[in-house]
């Protein structure tokens, strides 16, 4: 490159010679450069002896001579006004806060001496004397995978290109509830629809669970849809219910994480740039259109940069994949209990002696009104223990808990009917159905 660069202002040399009445526009024309380049050339040459080769190579931009020291009194007042700020200033200053201060004592104490004149050179003077410590690097470990379709991870994505409409929902009028298997990263299901609620929700994962089987292990976000609403997000929601009863571990994510769930997040990165903002879907029928060649394509053509699938499509790079075990033709609804065996809940007691899991309404005792009691969730014989300062109170039955098992679609259909009664329920209510515990 630099040969040809000396080549140009050789052939400028020449031309300056050859053709003296050439305007720079001329020259620029000829050369194939710019006009401040032929100007800032022209100006060397004109410099240099006419025979000079040295001038028509490139000058280093680096700095002849080293930058005078600061005065040791200059670098004492910029630690001193760093770790004691001046004039009540509450947090600590930076470079720029800091040059503002020693150009308050330019006239006074530092008279006379040199200032630092960019905050680079206050910024290196804080780390040469750790008042600036580098952050310790983080060390990335590659995530062991779990065995394919073990571990799925579920999230709701805002297809943004929607309009809102003017006599309904103004926000998230059509989203996505995204399937993908963290061993794999195969999106298992895609599933679009403008009404997504607790109870669709639970809809939607039995449908996928009825064409994939069932994981070992679920993971989501504490989205109110799955979690249930936040005055109640310590109590198994039905949705969280039907992973319980299906024996299915559930990890939930904690608020600002979503680094746990971070293969659906990828998905969602991957779906938003390559598919949403490309093709802008502007109703629900289109973007269950596109959404289902993408999954298409993402699956089966889209190359994979992720551990397991080394730049191949997922379906490419796992061509056999074990099966799982589907639905039980059979639910104990009962079964969550067993699940959160010992789970303890603090709620404070009533005038009427009253305690509110979710929407069930239990009585305790007159004698610790006011008091904030703990109810231990005790699978053995299906009852809240009552407990205040490490003594046991009462033993109160969990309510609705005698049905037997139910058919798996008659177990779905329960559940949705009670994350709907749940939904609409205002204050304390006390639910008629099999599961009022959500």
């Known amino acids: 490159m630099e040969a040809q660069w000396v080549a140009d202002r050789l052939h ?26 032929v100007k800032k050339w022209k100006k060397r040459l004109h410099a240099a002896p006419p025979q000079d080769e040295q001038v028509l190579h490139s000058q280093s931009r680096a700095r002849k001579h080293p930058p005078p020291c600061l005065s040791p009194l200059v670098v004492d007042h910029i630690l001193a006004i760093r770790d004691a700020p001046p004039q009540n200033l509450k947090r ?26 960019s905050t680079r050179t206050i910024w290196r003077i804080l780390r040469q004397y750790q008042r600036i410590r580098d952050p310790i690097p983080r060390v990335h470990h590659p995530t062991t995978l779990p065995p394919p379709l073990s571990s799925w991870q579920i999230d709701f994505k805002d297809a943004s290109s929607v309009p809102a ?22 999106l298992l299901d895609a599933q679009v629809r403008p009404d997504f609620t607790m109870a669709t929700a639970i809809e939607a994962m039995a449908a996928t669970l009825q064409a994939n089987g069932l994981p070992d292990q679920i993971t989501f976000d504490r989205d109110a849809r799955f979690v249930g609403s936040t005055q109640h997000r310590d ?15 559930v990890t939930i994510c904690p608020p600002r994480r979503p680094d746990l769930n971070g293969f659906v997040e990828r998905y969602h990165r991957a779906y938003d740039q390559e598919c949403l903002q490309v093709y802008r879907p502007a109703d629900c ?69 009253s305690v509110t899991i979710d929407t069930v309404r239990y009585y305790t005792s007159q004698t610790v009104v006011g008091k904030y009691v703990i109810l231990r969730l005790d699978a053995s014989d299906r009852t809240f223990v009552v407990e205040h300062e490490g003594q046991e109170i009462k033993r109160l039955p969990i309510q609705g808990t005698s049905r037997g098992p139910l058919p798996f679609a008659a177990f779905v259909e329960q559940l949705c009917a009670e994350a709907r009664a749940n939904r609409s329920a205002a204050g304390p209510y006390i639910t008629q159905l099999a599961f009022p515990f959500g």
């Open 12 to 37: 400028l040399r020449n031309l300056l010679t050859t053709q003296p009445d050439w305007t720079l526009q001329d020259l620029a024309e000829a050369l194939g450069r710019s006009r401040g380049w």
């Open 165 to 186: 409409d003017p006599e309904g929902k103004q926000l998230h009028v059509v989203e996505t509830l995204n399937t993908v298997d963290v061993g794999t990263s195969i």
């Open 285 to 353: 029928e289109s973007v269950q259109t596109v959404t289902a060649a993408f999954r298409q394509h993402y699956n089966d053509e889209r190359p994979h940069q992720g551990q397991a699938c080394g730049n191949r499509p997922p379906r490419v790079a796992f061509t056999d994949l074990p099966a799982r075990p589907g639905v039980p033709p059979l639910v104990d609804p009962n079964h969550w209990i067993d699940v959160l065996h010992g789970q303890r809940y603090v709620r404070k007691v009533q005038r009427d002696t």
């Open 92 to 117: 600590i200053p930076g470079p720029r806060a800091i040059r503002y201060y020693l150009e308050q004592e330019a006239t006074t104490t530092l008279a006379g001496l040199r200032l630092p004149r």
């Open 235 to 249: 109590c198994p929601s039905p949705f969280l219910r039907l992973w319980h009863c299906l024996g299915v571990h």
